[in-house]
């Protein structure tokens, strides 16, 4: 099992940042694709962003490219969201999610994610 941890939400002022911060752990979990989506009020969930393990593939939705960027860090099990130019549209529960292991690319798909982070709550005040 893996068990996904996020952190950093919070209250921001629109146009300010902040980094989301998601900590793995787990004995299965190794080099696994992770990915960001998030949950407004009403919405579905969206697909933010995902990463390889080895960065070699990086892929935005068009709704944050350019103004979101995500990375990891593979000795802290951690994966981050930079999240920069915020608008009060971004307001949503952010949730990270992990393929299995032995997928090897990243993915928009929501089906594609095996683990779920309990989710952290983002607001962006105007």
């Known amino acids: 099992q893996v068990q996904l941890d996020e952190s950093g939400g919070g209250l921001v002022q629109a146009g300010g940042s902040m980094r989301l911060s998601c900590r793995a752990s787990?004995?299965?979990?190794?080099?696994?694709?992770m990915g960001w989506f998030r949950q407004a009020p009403g919405k579905e969930l969206e697909f933010l962003a995902a990463?390889?393990?080895?960065?070699?593939?990086?892929y935005y939705a068009d709704s944050v490219k350019g103004r979101f960027t995500v990375s990891r860090d593979n000795a802290k099990n951690t994966v981050y969201l930079q999240m920069n130019s915020l608008k009060t549209e971004d307001t949503a529960i952010y949730y990270c999610?992990?393929?299995?292991?032995?997928?090897?690319?990243?993915?928009?798909?929501?089906?594609?994610?095996?683990?779920w982070g309990q989710g952290t709550q983002v607001t962006v005040s105007s």
């Open positions: 999610a992990a393929r299995p292991s032995w997928a090897a690319r990243t993915s928009s798909s929501i089906g594609d994610y095996a683990y």
């Open positions: 787990g004995r299965t979990f190794s080099n696994n694709p």
């Open positions: 990463i390889t393990y080895s960065d070699n593939s990086i």
